[in-house]
């Protein structure tokens, strides 16, 4: 009987697209399509997760045999009924297909790899490295009205009284050329900049994309004078730094609206507010409004920065867009800053990774191999353990401004998981 | 297909000059052998005619002092690239002398943006005289083999006889005296035509020297229209030889990624898996809303420069001598970069409207200028692949991959394709 069974048993070959990622931590597993964003967690336990482990095995090109028995089970039942809806694979019988459905596991394969980059450098050819570098961003001096902590949290002047030469920027940048940089950033008071003279001359002799970051308080005494920077290829950014003049400092920039976008630094809803009212009726139309931590408003953090449930609901990353979560940091990837302390850092928030005077080969290569920044992924407890762990986006200077390793409400410890089930 | 199409300038260009992987010289015409399908030979035509000449010293030190005055422009001093100078011939090794001359040349120069390592396609004959500054000096070397000495039947000298012994004494010598040597810088190429066969010049060459052997068919652009039949009389395509063998699985194996079938593989997984990027910062470019220019050849100097032996400059060796983008002589090289690229547009906009329904244009790698009929007003793309072909070609590659499914494991893990 039990013969007669098998051999009348159906049996289906189930195969996952391409663009479907299967990830499973402990005893949870999700399938996320990143084609068309859809996707489902589920509890991952006995054959269900034997199942999963066969698809994730590369050799099993993404499919795997299903038999009529086990297809009976709920759980494996619902599973794959939950892959059909959102797309993410497709169940055939055996008998009307005769070969294996076969499929690829979204496996990430980079060629110039670390490995690679590594061993270019032990036979001293590793200068393909400059390819990497995108944007360089130039803190040239301090600012009365800067900060001595918030450029750890934003793109924000520093209060100190050092600056850079700007003959070291023009070597620095010089060192760059065979890189494909995308922009160039400038970060200070221009006005009290002793080498204006020669990053004015400069601006005009290059063609490159340039973006100031300036304070209100900066520029508006000698806003006349600052004629020059409002030119083709160059962005400007305000950044609002005291509500109470903004409404004046607005008006004076009103001529060069369209060239100007304003950034807007947040700590409480009640701020928040009042700058969504100002945008409104002001209609503002370049803007970014940026939470930034005080050191006290983490309910603020928490309550309008941090990630939830609900915000994995509006997930819309594409395959490629979760290799880069997987490999890369978004924030700090092919960006070099150079504080006025002469030191560049590929984050600010990490050891500097040589002087402004080192080679570009030195600092680039210390960055990849060796770096906290570029590279930095969320390939840490506790997001390792998670199963949304690389549809989150990359780690950021707020986590390590609040001193936490990751702003999230997740917490995939054993009694969440059925919360998770249920939300999904 | 909705792609969009740009065209080169003059800028692009420069840069690919910045950035360049390999320049070649055709060090001399002449050649010690009088192999019958030549690609100098009577088989073919579109190249200058064959005068025993040698290629002078002076422009060969022209070309390399320009392009180093334009890395040293614009690379960084701590940003050494690997750079590779080939020398073609002919037989490059009758002008030895040159050979050492240039080496002496360039190693004079102390060009530290690059590190420079030296390739030569030799047919082995001279092997053994040069044998220790070829050493010395690490040249990798790709040694013309066709098996044994039946395969190797059309590498004949200027009186008829088979090379294969002298070449085969040659190598061996070359590999009891220097075998770490060998190991390293030491590579094959063997020319599939009727008189061999993958089966037997991939066995021959493993069992006599240990080694794979890169195994090709013959060119089949540029052909004499009166030798079209004689041509493929001689043509044999690879895979169909490795099916005739009627050892296909042991033999693919065996070849691995010389395998025409694996190779394919390969390049489909490459192109089309969407799991390979070239390097970090490619992964942040979504490819379909990158602009391109039609067909796949290469922009001007992307991969490299060939030198001819009257000083033409050309984007590569397998490009006609009529398509020449420059010239070098003994006191100067002029490269229009203008006019290379209105060139280079005019040629390549000739398919935009067949490219702009190719479903393979993002993955395309025909070359306008191994299209033998690219000068007249509309030639025809043999490479263009519409949406039936291009299934059938998915469908293939999956097919394959379903019977041998270690493959995907094996090609994203060991596999590195240098662009």
């Given at each position: 009987?039990?013969?007669s069974?098998?051999l009348?048993?159906?049996?289906?070959?189930?195969?996952?697209?391409?663009d479907?990622?299967?990830w499973?931590?402990?005893?949870?597993?999700?399938?996320?399509?990143?084609?068309?964003?859809k996707?489902?967690t589920f509890?991952?336990?006995?054959k269900l997760?034997?199942l999963?482990?066969?698809?994730?095995?590369?050799?099993?090109?993404?499919?795997?045999?299903?038999?009529e028995?086990l297809?009976?089970q709920?759980?494996?039942?619902?599973?794959?009924?939950?892959?059909?809806?959102?797309?993410a694979?497709?169940?055939?019988?055996?008998?009307?297909?005769?070969?294996?459905?076969?499929?690829?596991?979204?496996?990430l394969?980079?060629?110039?790899?670390?490995?690679h980059?590594?061993?270019?450098?032990g036979?001293?050819?590793?200068?393909?490295?400059i390819?990497?570098?995108?944007?360089?961003i130039f803190?040239?001096?301090?600012?009365?009205n800067?900060s001595?902590?918030?450029?750890?949290?934003?793109?924000?002047?520093?209060?100190?009284?050092?600056?850079?030469?700007?003959?070291?920027?023009?070597?620095f940048?010089?060192?760059?050329?065979?890189?494909?940089?995308?922009?160039?950033t400038?970060?200070?008071d221009?006005?009290r900049y002793?080498?204006?003279?020669?990053?004015?001359?400069?601006?005009?002799?290059?063609?490159?994309?340039?973006?100031?970051i300036?304070?209100?308080?900066?520029?508006?005494?000698?806003?006349e004078?600052?004629?020059?920077?409002f030119?083709?290829?160059?962005?400007?950014?305000?950044?609002?730094?005291?509500?109470t003049?903004?409404?004046?400092?607005?008006?004076?920039?009103?001529?060069?609206?369209?060239?100007?976008?304003?950034?807007?630094p947040?700590t409480?809803?009640?701020?928040?507010?009042?700058?969504?009212?100002?945008?409104?009726e002001r209609?503002?139309?370049?803007y970014?409004?940026?939470?930034?931590?005080?050191?006290?408003?983490?309910p603020?953090?928490e309550?309008?920065?941090y990630?939830?449930q609900?915000?994995?609901?509006e997930?819309?990353l594409?395959?490629?867009?979760?290799f880069?979560?997987?490999?890369?940091?978004?924030n700090?990837?092919?960006?070099?800053?150079?504080l006025?302390d002469?030191?560049v850092y590929?984050?600010?928030?990490?050891?500097?990774?040589?002087?402004?005077?080192?080679?570009?080969?030195?600092?680039?290569?210390k960055?990849?191999t060796?770096?906290?920044s570029?590279?930095?992924?969320?390939?840490?407890?506790?997001?390792?353990?998670c199963?949304?762990?690389?549809?989150?986006?990359s780690p950021?200077?707020?986590?390590?401004?609040i001193?936490?390793?990751?702003?999230c409400?997740?917490?995939?410890?054993?009694?969440?998981?059925?919360?998770?089930i249920?939300?999904? | 297909?909705?792609?969009?199409?740009?065209?080169?300038?003059?800028?692009?260009?420069?840069?690919?000059?910045?950035n360049?992987?390999?320049?070649v010289f055709?060090?001399?015409?002449?050649?010690?052998?009088?192999?019958?399908y030549?690609?100098?030979?009577?088989?073919?035509e579109?190249?200058d005619?064959?005068?025993?000449?040698?290629?002078?010293?002076?422009?060969?030190k022209?070309?390399?002092?320009?392009l180093?005055?334009?890395w040293?422009?614009?690379?960084?001093?701590?940003?050494?690239?690997?750079?590779?100078?080939?020398?073609?011939?002919?037989?490059?090794?009758?002008?030895?002398?040159?050979?050492?001359?240039?080496?002496?040349?360039?190693?004079s120069?102390e060009?530290?943006?690059?590190?420079i390592?030296?390739?030569?396609?030799t047919n082995?004959?001279?092997?053994?005289?040069?044998?220790?500054?070829?050493?010395?000096?690490?040249?990798?070397l790709?040694?013309?083999?066709?098996?044994?000495?039946q395969?190797?039947s059309?590498?004949?000298d200027?009186?008829?006889?088979?090379?294969?012994?002298?070449?085969?004494?040659?190598?061996?010598?070359l590999?009891?005296k220097?075998?770490?040597?060998?190991?390293?810088y030491?590579?094959?190429?063997?020319?599939?035509?009727?008189?061999?066969?993958?089966?037997?010049?991939?066995?021959?060459v493993?069992?006599?020297?240990?080694?794979?052997?890169?195994?090709?068919?013959?060119?089949?652009?540029?052909i004499?229209?009166?030798?079209i039949k004689?041509?493929?009389n001689?043509?044999?395509?690879?895979?169909?030889?490795?099916?005739?063998s009627?050892?296909?699985?042991?033999?693919?194996?065996?070849?691995?990624?010389?395998?025409?079938?694996i190779?394919?593989l390969?390049?489909?997984?490459?192109?089309?898996?969407?799991?390979?990027?070239?390097?970090?910062?490619?992964l942040?470019?979504d490819e379909n809303k990158?602009?391109?220019?039609?067909?796949?050849?290469?922009?001007?100097?992307?991969?490299?420069?060939?030198?001819?032996v009257?000083?033409?400059?050309?984007?590569?060796?397998?490009?006609n001598?009529?398509?020449?983008?420059?010239?070098?002589?003994?006191?100067?090289?002029?490269?229009?970069?203008?006019q290379?690229?209105?060139m280079?547009?005019?040629?390549?906009f000739k398919?935009?409207?067949r490219?702009?329904t190719?479903?393979?244009?993002?993955k395309?790698?025909?070359?306008?200028?191994?299209?033998?009929?690219?000068?007249?007003?509309?030639?025809?793309?043999?490479?263009?692949?519409?949406?039936h072909?291009?299934?059938?070609?998915?469908s293939k590659?999956l097919?394959?991959?379903g019977?041998?499914?270690?493959?995907y494991k094996?090609?994203?893990?060991?596999v590195?394709?240098?662009?």
């Open positions: 009987m039990k013969i069974i098998a009348t048993m159906k049996r289906y070959w189930l195969v996952l697209y391409p479907t990622f299967l499973l931590k402990n005893s949870l597993g999700i399938i996320y399509n990143s084609k068309n964003y996707h489902f509890i991952c336990r006995d997760k034997k999963c482990k066969t698809l994730i095995d590369l050799n099993s090109l993404y499919s795997v045999e299903l038999t028995k297809l009976c709920q759980n494996i039942k619902e599973w794959v009924k939950k892959i059909i809806q959102i797309d694979g497709e169940i055939i019988e055996q008998d009307k297909q005769e070969k294996k459905l076969v499929s690829y596991f979204p496996t394969t980079i060629q110039n790899n670390i490995d980059i590594q061993w270019k450098d036979l001293n050819m590793g200068g393909e490295i390819k990497n570098l995108e944007e360089l803190y040239i001096n301090g600012s009365s800067g001595k902590h918030l450029y750890k949290q934003l793109h924000y002047p520093l209060q100190t009284a050092l600056s850079v030469n700007f003959e070291l920027v023009d070597t940048i010089k060192k760059c050329k065979n890189a494909q940089l995308n922009k160039i400038f970060i200070g221009l006005c002793h080498d204006l003279d020669k990053l004015q001359k400069w601006v005009h002799s290059n063609n490159y994309f340039l973006h100031f300036l304070l209100p308080d900066d520029i508006v005494p000698n806003i004078k600052f004629k020059w920077l030119r083709e290829k160059t962005d400007i950014s305000i950044i609002a730094n005291d509500y003049s903004l409404p004046n400092q607005f008006d004076l920039f009103r001529e060069n609206s369209d060239m100007i976008k304003w950034l807007f947040v409480s809803v009640v701020q928040f507010e009042w700058i969504d009212s100002f945008i409104r209609t503002v139309k370049e970014e409004i940026v939470p930034v931590f005080d050191g006290s408003n983490l603020f953090f309550a309008n920065v990630t939830s609900e915000d994995f609901n997930i819309s594409s395959r490629r867009e979760v880069i979560n997987m490999t890369l940091n978004v700090h990837f092919g960006k070099l800053t150079i006025p002469k030191k590929a984050s600010v928030n990490e050891n500097f990774l040589g002087n402004i005077k080192a080679t570009i080969y030195d600092i680039l290569f960055e990849m060796k770096g906290h570029w590279l930095k992924v969320r390939n840490k407890r506790p997001c390792n353990k199963v949304y762990q690389w549809l989150c986006p950021g200077n707020y986590e390590k401004v001193g936490k390793p990751n702003l409400h997740i917490n995939q410890s054993r009694e969440d998981i059925s919360a998770t249920v939300n999904s | 297909m909705n792609s969009q199409f740009i065209k080169i300038d003059a800028n692009l260009i420069y840069q690919n000059l910045v360049l992987k390999q320049l055709e060090v001399t015409d002449a050649c010690n052998l009088k192999c019958k030549c690609g100098y030979g009577e088989l073919y579109g190249y005619p064959r005068k025993r000449q040698n290629l002078s010293l002076n422009r060969a022209n070309v390399i002092l320009y180093a005055e334009i040293n422009k614009n690379i960084d001093s701590s940003l050494c690239q690997p750079f590779s100078i080939g020398f073609y011939g002919g037989e490059p090794l009758i002008n030895i002398i040159l050979i050492k001359d240039m080496i002496r040349f360039t190693e120069l060009i530290n943006r690059k590190k390592y030296y390739n030569m396609t082995g004959i001279l092997l053994k005289r040069h044998i220790d500054f070829l050493v010395n000096k690490k040249i990798r790709l040694i013309s083999l066709d098996g044994n000495e395969n190797h059309y590498r004949i200027h009186h008829g006889n088979n090379s294969h012994g002298q070449v085969v004494n040659n190598v061996k010598k590999q009891l220097y075998p770490e040597y060998f190991k390293k030491v590579r094959f190429n063997t020319v599939l035509h009727n008189m061999n066969s993958v089966e037997s010049a991939h066995k021959y493993m069992d006599t020297f240990g080694k794979k052997t890169t195994i090709s068919s013959l060119n089949n652009s540029g004499r229209q009166d030798k004689e041509f493929y001689m043509f044999q395509n690879v895979d169909a030889s490795i099916e005739k009627g050892n296909r699985e042991k033999l693919e194996t065996e070849l691995f990624l010389e395998a025409p079938r190779s394919q390969t390049n489909f997984i490459y192109r089309f898996s969407g799991n390979m990027f070239d390097n970090y910062r490619s942040f470019y990158i602009e391109t220019v039609p067909t796949g050849t290469c922009t001007p100097f992307f991969k490299k420069m060939f030198i001819t009257n000083g033409k400059i050309l984007p590569c060796e397998k490009v001598h009529e398509f020449a983008m420059g010239q070098v002589s003994d006191d100067r090289v002029e490269i229009d970069f203008d290379i690229a209105d280079f547009n005019n040629y390549v398919f935009v409207k490219c702009k190719c479903v393979n244009i993002r395309c790698s025909q070359c306008v200028f191994q299209i033998d009929e690219v000068k007249t007003p509309a030639p025809k793309c043999r490479s263009y692949i519409g949406s072909a291009f299934q059938n070609y998915i590659n097919d394959y991959l019977k041998h499914p270690a493959l094996q090609i994203m893990k060991e590195r394709i240098e662009n």
